[in-house]
């Protein structure tokens, strides 16, 4: 049984940061943050879930159904990650790129302790834990003070595909658009540092104020650490609901106001961008057909411009109801990865950009999100994100763009570049 305690909070602002540094003491964290976002879509403004009561670490093999056991067995909240390479567990598909991060391939846990946070008003709800505990933790939090933080080393990044490689190899995926094997794919390089070290909820706090993104994440298990600044949301499920928003469509941002206003007009109009949008939107429809009700399936916003602090980004929202046949994992299973991380045919793409990548993405373009305990769920798009095995003292962050038959192999190196600038920023 869960213990629900509730409090007013005078600065939500100032809480979410003591709550972040407060729970550095457990082995297991995920702090989740919206940053205030506008958006229709939202429980909370900040969730904190830490110290895994149970949980459940798998490699891809058997992956999904394990979760659906978990899952169905808990009927509590569970926080975790589906990695990228669980596409192995749904395809006859392989990962055998270079990994230097070496994290699970899933992991979630039932916290001991959890904290919602809406407006100022804060849920506690604590497992199997007296109330006593709850308000010597909540006096614990709110006593916090930011310790000012001791300027590191310098890390030093590294490319992992060279400028001449990468354009090299967005000719090939561009050999086989022509061909007709595929229309569109997701092509990414990593970015890494090796014998670094660094303090994670630094470098978290600096990449999500540099970006103030809809989707947060601080991660932590143990020694990996993912610190997210994703704008993208993968997957949402309100009773029979399901929501999906994929982003396909980047532009700059600009101080100048008239500068920054034509930009988001050229995104809007843009052809190209429009073409990666609505084929992976398409995508979408398709895969939430699979667990929908007949003819539920909607796309409820088609090539929206969203601002956020580094860029402009296209965004369409779908929505689906779930046939009460399949479980909440199905939805999941039959949907991931998502069409904004893969292209389409997405099968045909990920067995192509699979032998043209030289990183396993690992957690990136996976998923970070929760289970309630009646079964809803909140799954954002890992994009936009450091992550850190600090034992191994080895640091990635990758980045990637849609190719199109409209694209140009500069401009696509150009957009990654601009897509790897705020965790460059923050890491060097």
């Not at 305690?5 to 550095?24: G, V």
């Not at 670490?57 to 909240?77: G, H, I, R």
């Not at 310790?147 to 590294?158: G, M, T």
């Not at 052809?271 to 939430?288: C, H």
């Amino acid at each position: 049984m869960r213990t629900s305690i509730y409090k007013s909070i005078s600065d939500p602002k100032l809480f979410k940061e003591q709550l972040l540094f407060w729970s550095q003491q457990f082995r297991e964290i995920i702090y989740l943050d919206s940053n205030d976002y506008p958006k229709n879509y939202s429980s909370y403004d900040c969730v904190l879930a830490v110290d895994a009561f149970t949980s459940i670490k798998t490699d891809y093999q058997n992956a999904f159904e394990d979760l659906k056991q978990y899952q169905q067995s808990t009927k509590d909240w569970l926080f975790g990650y589906l990695s990228y390479d669980l596409k192995n567990d749904i395809e006859q598909l392989q990962s055998q790129n270079f990994d230097g991060l070496e994290f699970p391939d899933l992991f979630f846990f039932q916290p001991k302790k959890l904290f919602l946070l809406k407006g100022n008003q804060l849920e506690i709800q604590y497992l199997n834990m007296c109330d006593d505990e709850v308000e010597l933790d909540f006096e614990e939090i709110v006593e916090i003070r930011k310790s000012k933080i001791e300027i590191e080393a310098l890390v030093n990044i590294q490319q992992r595909i060279p400028k001449e490689s990468y354009l090299e190899k967005v000719s090939k995926v561009l050999e086989h658009i022509h061909q007709g094997d595929i229309y569109e794919a997701n092509f990414c390089m990593e970015f890494f540092a090796e014998n670094a070290t660094i303090d994670p909820i630094e470098k978290f706090i600096k990449l999500n104020e540099i970006s103030r993104p809809p989707f947060a994440v601080f991660f932590k298990n143990n020694n990996h650490f993912l610190l997210s600044a994703t704008p993208e949301r993968y997957l949402r499920k309100e009773g029979e609901r399901i929501i999906s928003q994929p982003i396909k469509g980047t532009a700059k941002r600009f101080s100048d106001p008239i500068e920054d206003e034509q930009s988001k007009r050229q995104l809007a109009l843009d052809p190209k961008e429009r073409a990666e949008n609505i084929m992976i939107t398409d995508l979408v429809r398709n895969d939430l057909s699979r667990t929908a009700q007949k003819g539920s399936v909607e796309v409820k916003e088609l090539c929206k411009i969203y601002s956020f602090l580094q860029v402009h980004q296209m965004i369409s929202t779908v929505t689906s109801k779930l046939d009460a046949q399949y479980s909440v994992v199905d939805v999941l299973k039959t949907t991931f990865p998502m069409g904004s991380m893969t292209g389409a045919p997405k099968i045909s793409v990920m067995k192509i950009i699979e032998q043209l990548e030289e990183t396993k993405r690992g957690l990136y373009s996976g998923s970070v999100g929760y289970f309630t305990p009646n079964g809803d769920f909140d799954f954002n798009v890992v994009i936009r994100s450091i992550l850190y095995n600090q034992e191994k003292k080895y640091i990635s962050f990758s980045v990637g763009s849609a190719i199109t038959s409209q694209s140009i192999p500069e401009k696509e190196y150009e957009e990654c570049l601009l897509k790897a600038k705020a965790m460059r920023e923050v890491l060097s």
